[in-house]
Every structure is written in C-alpha cells, then in structure tokens.
C-alpha cells in the first residue's frame, strides 16, 4: 500500500569518522584507540585498517555533490575527538575545526541538515592509556572536548548527538574485547557503562553554557528481544538481555536511576561504587530527542548451564543478512512503540538501519542490490506503522551512506547505498541509492 511520512520528515544517511575519513595522520590529528587495535595482529579481518578507508578527508566536495545529486534532507556525521584534541585534553587543534566547519558549510550551501555526532568511538589513544572510559576523567575531558566543538559549531549545526552507541563502546570494548580497546572484563564493562553515560551528561552541562542553538540527544543501539520458548527460564532471561542491552542505558537517561534488577544481578561483579552523588541526575538531564540505532531483534533462551544468570542469543531464522542478522522489521514497530510507551514521550530519529549483503559491480557497471531495496521499503514500513500508533518519529538515517571500514570486520562488509571500490575509491550510487532518492522525492513509497 502507498504511504506518506509526515511533512518534513527528515531523510538522511549517516556515517563515523573512522570508518570514511582516513588520512589518520594528517593536519596534527592525534591516535586513537582504533588506530592502535586495528593495526593489532589478529584484531581484525585481513588486518585491514581504517587509515584510508573512504578518504574523505580529501574527497569531501565529491560525497557533498553525490548527497546532493541523491536528495539527501539530512548528513549525520561525526567528528574525530583526536582531530580535535589529539591528546585528549587541551587546547584544541584548528586544522581540525577547520575541517568540519568545511563539512558543515559544504552541506548548508547544499541545503543538507549536518548531524553531528560527538564521540563514535575514536577515543584519543592518551586517555585510554590513564584509564579510558573505565575512569571518571575521561568523563570530565569528553565534556571540554564537547564545550569546544560547541564553540566552533554550535550556531551551524542544527541537530546535535552526544554519543553514539555507548552499550558498544562499553561491552564490546571492554567487555567482550570484540571492539577497541579489546578488553574482556565485565567489571570494567560497567565502569565504562556509567562513564560514557556521565560524559553525555558533562556534555549536555557544556551545551547549557555554550548558548549553542539547535537540538541534542543520544543514539542508543536498542534490540527488542523475545523469548526462545514459553519456558519461564527463556523469560527470565529476556529480562537479563533487555537489561543489558537496553533498561542499562535507558532508564538511567530518562529515569535517573539503573535498573534495580540489573543492578542486583551485577552485584557478584560490582557494587556500583563508581556512581558518585550528582551523576545520575547530570546523566537524566533532559535532552531533545532520542536517537535510534535497529537492526536486529534478540531470541533469547537460558543458558541451561547457568540458567540463573546465563544466556544464550541464538541463530537467526531466514532470512538473515551478509552479518548473519536476522531481518525483523516489526521489531523495529515494537521497539519504538515500547519506547514511546515506557519513556518519556520525545522525538525520535532512527539515526542508524541499513543492512549489509554481498553486492558487486556488475559488467555493465552497475551495482544491483534488491535485498537492501526489499530490506529498506520493509523497515520504512514498519518505522510508519508506528507513526500510525502515536509515535513521534521525525527522521530516517540510513546506514551507510558509503561501503566503508566496518570496524572488526574490516572491508568485508558493505552496508553503504553506494559502492565504493578501495582501490581507486569511485563511488557507484547502488540501485538502493536511486531508490532511495525517489523515496525522499516523494516523501514516502509507493504500492
């Protein structure tokens, strides 16, 4: 059936520092924590790197004219912490601003609304080694590194998040060590949980002062799950993920306080000790909008041998995509009526859903990619049934605007609407991109 999104839905794509920038060492940009676990043996696919990655660092006019060419309304984008403060502290480095203000004006005179995104990962190398976010410090620089992109930005940019994804930073990163900086230990996982929702705080202090105007929320990667069987233990064990993944960060933003079910289930781990007088409330300071992350949702049994506290997340059912994730579109339906219901009743943005499949050049040249067609118009769909249920949903960001540097996984994943061959760096607007233009032309999809 034809559907219309409402007037001045905002359609965007979205991007990360590290995975298109590259030029890792150029104009006084410092190491980030990417940097050093990526160029650990081992610690991703093939070895690769995100030191070229897109290059648009030096491509930047030509991705500004392919958003443009393709209608995009909206960019999300992030900036490098270490472009800015190449040791995490201090006086920032203005070949960095200069860089992003370039981006900022480049997308205004092309009438696209920048989103900037203030912290996707790229931890400056410096403060990861006093500690990174399982210490209060880092809390307390990230919200001097935000004062000063507010500064240099905050009158340009009209749409501001603070942090994207903390639940990866915190239990891929120091908990399971899948991600940067690739530590294994749950204790430092929740001192990092806290740390990174104290530093949106610190940020959202820094916004207060810095008279900047526009709009500033978080991007939580959120995953509605469902039990593996009517079996009470499968139940229970629900709870346990939905804890972690979702009520961990959640409830302390919009409730003031962590989940006591979470926090009596962490206690063999921690006592909590790093939550200090003040946090919380800083942590749940209102903010403007809630950001979105959906891709999957969990099937969740218990772990028959702990099944106290045990879980285990299982296989997918077709039909899944090149990561192996299940495709549930009325997961994302459920999850935002969830939240519209259990939370605070705030603007919401999908700020990140796309999908990854094996696309290749084809020898006409083009990149023909139905699954990624079906696979958008499916959870475009799912997004306006929740419309139609009273959620207040105000824009769609796909991921990615660009094949790019996936992290652990190197280059061996596309999740991009356009193609990008890394060895010359052409870009081919994949059929997903020409279609998506005709969705934002129209402002919806069709029968």
């Known amino acids: ?54 290059d648009q660092y030096h491509r930047l006019d030509d991705d500004l004219d392919l958003m443009a060419a393709l209608g995009l309304k909206a960019y999300r984008f992030s900036v490098a912490w270490p472009r800015i403060q190449p040791d995490g502290a201090g006086r920032p480095n203005q070949a960095g601003l200069d860089y992003y203000k370039r981006l900022v004006e480049g997308l205004h005179r092309r009438s696209i609304t920048p989103c900037l995104t203030l912290y996707h990962w790229d931890l400056p190398q410096a403060l990861e080694d006093a500690g990174g976010w399982t210490i209060r410090d880092t809390s307390e620089r990230f919200g001097e590194y935000a004062a000063l992109v507010f500064d240099a930005l905050g009158d340009e940019v009209p749409m501001w998040i603070t942090l994207n994804e903390p639940w990866v930073s915190a239990w891929q990163g120091y908990g399971t060590g899948a991600h940067a900086p690739g530590i294994a230990d749950e204790a430092k996982a929740l001192q990092a949980t806290h740390h990174l929702l104290l530093a949106h705080g610190r940020a959202l202090d820094a916004w207060g002062s810095s008279g900047a105007k526009g709009q500033i929320g978080i991007t939580l990667n959120l995953a509605p799950c469902l039990p593996a069987s009517d079996d009470p233990r499968d139940g229970a064990a629900v709870q346990r993920v939905d804890g972690n993944q979702n009520r961990l960060f959640l409830d302390p933003i919009f409730k003031g306080a962590y989940p006591e079910d979470m926090v009596r289930h962490y206690q063999p781990t921690s006592d909590f000790s790093f939550v200090a007088d003040g946090d919380l409330e800083a942590i749940s300071a209102p903010v403007d909008f809630l950001g979105v992350n959906y891709y999957m949702r969990h099937r969740v049994a218990a772990d028959p041998n702990d099944p106290e506290r045990g879980f285990a997340i299982l296989a997918p059912g077709e039909p899944i995509t090149a990561m192996g994730w299940g495709i549930d579109p009325d997961g994302l339906t459920a999850l935002l009526v969830r939240l519209d219901a259990d939370y605070p009743k705030l603007p919401l943005y999908i700020t990140e859903n796309g999908a990854a499949f094996y696309d290749y050049v084809d020898p006409e040249g083009g990149v023909d990619d139905p699954e990624r067609v079906d ?3 499916a959870h475009f769909r799912a997004a306006h049934n929740a419309i139609g249920q009273g959620v207040d949903l105000r824009g769609y960001f796909v991921w990615s605007f660009l094949d790019n540097f996936e992290w652990s996984l190197g280059y061996s994943k596309r999740f991009g609407i356009n193609f990008v ?26 029968d």
């Open 1 to 54: 059936m034809a559907i219309n999104f409402p007037d001045g839905f905002l359609w965007g794509s979205a991007t990360a520092a590290y995975q298109v920038e590259g030029a890792v060492a150029e104009d006084g940009r410092g190491r980030s924590i990417w940097d050093t676990f990526s160029h650990t043996p081992g610690k991703t696919t093939h070895g690769d790197t995100g030191d070229i990655a897109d």
């Open 375 to 377: 696979f958008l118009d």
């Open 421 to 446: 061959d890394f060895a010359t760096q052409t870009r081919i607007p994949k059929a997903s991109a020409r279609w998506y233009q005709k969705v934002i032309q129209r402002n919806g999809l069709d």
